[in-house]
C-alpha cells in the first residue's frame, strides 16, 4: 500500500497479527474521507522506516493503537516501541485536546492489559475484529475537525490517482448554474495548496484531447463525437506520467480553427489529439490524430472500425495506442474503460443525455434525467448512469428547475443508493458534499464528503476548484485564491475558475486584478451567467460608473442583470432609476434573493437588505455562499440582525 499523505492524519498502530483488523478500520476511516497512515507494505525494515515512522507519529493528528489478545502475549515489539513515541509525544499537548484513542479488538479489560498507564486513563472503543461502526468513525471524524493543523513534514509520498469519471466539463453554480467538481480537502489536509509548478517531465508528456468532429452523412452524432472524446480524455487520464488538460479548457477549440501550435501554446500542452466520428447504420469508425504541438506535425493517425454495440471500448483501445506512441508505460493500468456497460442501447443512451446536460436549460436538464434514466432501466447495473442522473437532479435542484425541498431530497436519494452500493463511490460523496453545503449547509459534512471524494481521486471533477468555492463561502480568500489558480494550472481556459477567481479577488479590494480576471472568463465564453454583472461592478468600484452601466446591460441572468443595475444606478445617484431597476428585479421569476439583498446593502438600506437575505435564507439560495466575498454585503458587518443570519449560517466570524 502506497503512503499517503498523513500531516494531520491518524496513525493506526498495531501487532503484526491484527493486521486484517487494522485494514478493516483503515478503510472505514478512509471511506468516510478520513486520512489513515497504515503500514502495511509500503515500508520496510531499517533506519529509513524507522525515520519514517517516527515522523508520521510526530505528524499525525491522532494515535490509534489497536489492543488485542496479540499485543497481550507480545511484551516485546516494534508496536510497543509507537506507543512509548505516541505517549511521548503526549507531553508536548495539551490535556484539553484528544490525541489518544485506544482500542480493543479482543475483549479486554483495561485494568489487566499490558499497555502504557496514559492508555488505561482514555475512554477505549470496542471494534471486536475491527468492525468498525458508525459512531466510532463519527468519532474520530469529529476529533480530527477540532484537532489543530499538524506540523509539516519534511517528505510525503501521494499516491497514484484512483480512476476517473467520465464528467461533464462546466457545472457552474449560483450564477443559475451548479459548481463543478469534487473533492475538497480540509484545512487539517490542504493536498492542493502545496502542489507545486507542473516539472518538466510532466510537460513532456502532456496531452490535449480537442473535441472529435462529427463526419456522419447526416451530421447527426455529435453526441457520439462528444461522449468518445469525453471517455478517450477520461481514459488517458488514468495512465499514469501522462498530463492530461481536462476538458473545458481543451474543448474551447470546438470549431477547429485554431491552428495547433497556438491550441498548444494556450494550454500548455506538448501534444495534441484531434479526430473525428462517422457513423453509418451500426458501424462507427474513429480517427484520432496525435500532432505535435511545437510544429504541428503529425505524429501518428489512425482509423478504429467496430460496430456500435463495441463502441464503449473505442476509447480505452485508442488511448493505449496514444500511450506507446508517446511511450509512456502503462503497466499495472489493467483496464482503462470508464462506462460500465455492454448494453449498446444503453451507451447510446447515456451519452444522449450527456450531450443533453450541456444545455443548462430546464430542458435540456430534465432531457438528460430522462436519458439516463432509460439507461438504467435497459441496465440496472450501469453505475455511471446512475452518477450522471445524480448530477442531473444536482442542476436541476441548484439552477431552481425543481422544488427545492423535493428536488434536493431526490438529490440526496441518488447520494445514498451510490453510497449503499459502493461505500468508496466517488460521485456518491461528491452528491452528499453538494446536498450539505446548498442544502443544509452544514460546513462539516459537506467537508467530510468531499474528503471521502478526495481519498478516492484528489484530481476527479476539478477538485481544487470545488475547495476553492468552500473556502470562498467561508470568507478564507487567500486559499481560495491559490486553489482556483491551482485549478487553472489544468484548466488555463476554464471559465468557472476565472470568474471564481474574480469573485475572491473583488472580495479582498483588488478590483483591478478582479476585472482582468473576468476579462479573461468573457473573453472564453462571453455569455456566462453572472460575467458581465461581475464585470461592471469592478468597471463600478473603479469609478466608470457610465462604462459599468453599458456593460451590466449585456449580463445574460436577467435577476442578476436588474439587481446590478439597480445598484450602478443609485452609485449614480439616479434614484428613481435604481428604483425602477429593482421592481424589474424583483419581477423575475426564477430572480435570487440574495441578489436583491446585496443591492439594497449597496445603498445602505439594511432594513430591505436583511428581509431579502432571510428570504434567501428560507429558500436555500445557493448565492448566499457568496456573503463573504461581497463588498456590499461588508456593509451589514456592524448590524446584530446580520450577525445573527451568519451564525444561522455557520458563517460567524
Not at 105 to 114: G, L
Not at 326 to 339: C, D, H, I, P, R
Request: hydrophobic letters at 45%; aromatic letters at 8%.
Amino acid at each position: 500500500m502506497p503512503v499517503t499523505e498523513t500531516s494531520g492524519a491518524v496513525f493506526l498502530s498495531y501487532a503484526s497479527q491484527d493486521a486484517a483488523a487494522a485494514a478493516r478500520i483503515c478503510d472505514a476511516l478512509r471511506a468516510a474521507g478520513i486520512e489513515v497512515f497504515f503500514d502495511q507494505s509500503a515500508l520496510r525494515g531499517g533506519d529509513d522506516w524507522d525515520r519514517q515512522i517516527r515522523e508520521h507519529i510526530r505528524s499525525c493528528a491522532l494515535f490509534i493503537p489497536l489492543i488485542s489478545i496479540q499485543t497481550q502475549s507480545r511484551l516485546e515489539g516494534y508496536f510497543r516501541r509507537e506507543w512509548r513515541l505516541a505517549i511521548e509525544r503526549m507531553r508536548d499537548i495539551a490535556e484539553q485536546r484528544t490525541f489518544l484513542l485506544p482500542v480493543a479488538i479482543d475483549p479486554m479489560d483495561p485494568a489487566r492489559a499490558h499497555v502504557p498507564d496514559a492508555f488505561r486513563a482514555t475512554q477505549w472503543s470496542q471494534l471486536p475484529a475491527g468492525q468498525a461502526s458508525t459512531e466510532f468513525v463519527r468519532r474520530v471524524a469529529e476529533l480530527l475537525d477540532s484537532a489543530p493543523a499538524a506540523p509539516p513534514r519534511r517528505e510525503s509520498t501521494v499516491a497514484s490517482p484512483a480512476p476517473r469519471i467520465a464528467t461533464p466539463w462546466r457545472v457552474g453554480l449560483g450564477l443559475g448554474v451548479v459548481a463543478a467538481a469534487v473533492a475538497f480537502m480540509a484545512l487539517r489536509h490542504p493536498l492542493i495548496d502545496r502542489q507545486g509548478p507542473v516539472s518538466s517531465s510532466d510537460i513532456d508528456k502532456s496531452i490535449a484531447v480537442l473535441p472529435f468532429a462529427d463526419l456522419s452523412e447526416k451530421h447527426d452524432q455529435q453526441y457520439l463525437a462528444d461522449g468518445l472524446s469525453d471517455e478517450l480524455l477520461d481514459a488517458l487520464a488514468r495512465i499514469p506520467g501522462l498530463r492530461v488538460i481536462n476538458r473545458p479548457s481543451s474543448f474551447q477549440f470546438r470549431d477547429g480553427s485554431a491552428d495547433a501550435r497556438a491550441v498548444g501554446t494556450k494550454l500548455g500542452a506538448t501534444h495534441i489529439v484531434e479526430g473525428s466520428v462517422r457513423r453509418s447504420g451500426d458501424a462507427v469508425r474513429v480517427t484520432a490524430q496525435l500532432i505535435r504541438a511545437s510544429d504541428g506535425s503529425e505524429e501518428w493517425s489512425r482509423s478504429f472500425d467496430s460496430a456500435l454495440d463495441n463502441a464503449l471500448q473505442l476509447q480505452s483501445r485508442i488511448a493505449l495506442a496514444l500511450a506507446r506512441e508517446l511511450e509512456v508505460s502503462v503497466a499495472g493500468t489493467t483496464s482503462l474503460a470508464t462506462v460500465q456497460t455492454t448494453n449498446a442501447q444503453a451507451h447510446d443512451l447515456y451519452l444522449r443525455g450527456l450531450h443533453a446536460v450541456d444545455s443548462f436549460t430546464a430542458d435540456g436538464e430534465r432531457e438528460a434525467a430522462e436519458q439516463f434514466q432509460q439507461a438504467i432501466e435497459l441496465d440496472p447495473n450501469f453505475v455511471s448512469a446512475y452518477e450522471m442522473l445524480g448530477y442531473a437532479h444536482t442542476l436541476l435542484a441548484a439552477d431552481g428547475f425543481v422544488p427545492v425541498e423535493s428536488g434536493f431530497a431526490q438529490l440526496h436519494a441518488d447520494a445514498q443508493w451510490l453510497l449503499q452500493r459502493d461505500p468508496r463511490s466517488l460521485m456518491g460523496h461528491w452528491l452528499l458534499a453538494y446536498y450539505h453545503l446548498l442544502y443544509t449547509r452544514d460546513w462539516r459534512a459537506a467537508e467530510r464528503e468531499a474528503n471521502a471524494a478526495l481519498a478516492v481521486n484528489r484530481n476527479g471533477w476539478k477538485a481544487p476548484y470545488l475547495a476553492g468555492r468552500i473556502a470562498m463561502a467561508q470568507g478564507q480568500l487567500e486559499r481560495a485564491e491559490r486553489l482556483f489558480k491551482t485549478s487553472l494550472v489544468s484548466d488555463p481556459l476554464d471559465a468557472d475558475s476565472l470568474c471564481e477567481l474574480s469573485l475572491v479577488l473583488r472580495g479582498a479590494h483588488r478590483v483591478q486584478e478582479a476585472q482582468e480576471q473576468v476579462s479573461r472568463c468573457l473573453a472564453i465564453t462571453p455569455t456566462y451567467p453572472g460575467a458581465s454583472a461581475q464585470l461592471a461592478l469592478t468597471l463600478l468600484d473603479q469609478g466608470h460608473g457610465a462604462q459599468a452601466r453599458e456593460t451590466v446591460t449585456q449580463e445574460v441572468d436577467e435577476g442578476l442583470r436588474w439587481a446590478v443595475t439597480a445598484e450602478i444606478e443609485a452609485a449614480l445617484g439616479h434614484r428613481a432609476e435604481a428604483e425602477a431597476a429593482l421592481h424589474r428585479a424583483q419581477g423575475v421569476a426564477r430572480a435570487r434573493p440574495t441578489f436583491i439583498a446585496l443591492a439594497y446593502a449597496s445603498m445602505g438600506r439594511s432594513d430591505e437588505a436583511l428581509q431579502w437575505l432571510d428570504r434567501a435564507n428560507k429558500q436555500h439560495d445557493p448565492w448566499l455562499i457568496y456573503l463573504k466575498t461581497s463588498p456590499e454585503a461588508e456593509r451589514l458587518a456592524d448590524d446584530p440582525r446580520y450577525l445573527t443570519l451568519l451564525h444561522e449560517l455557520g458563517l460567524a466570524p
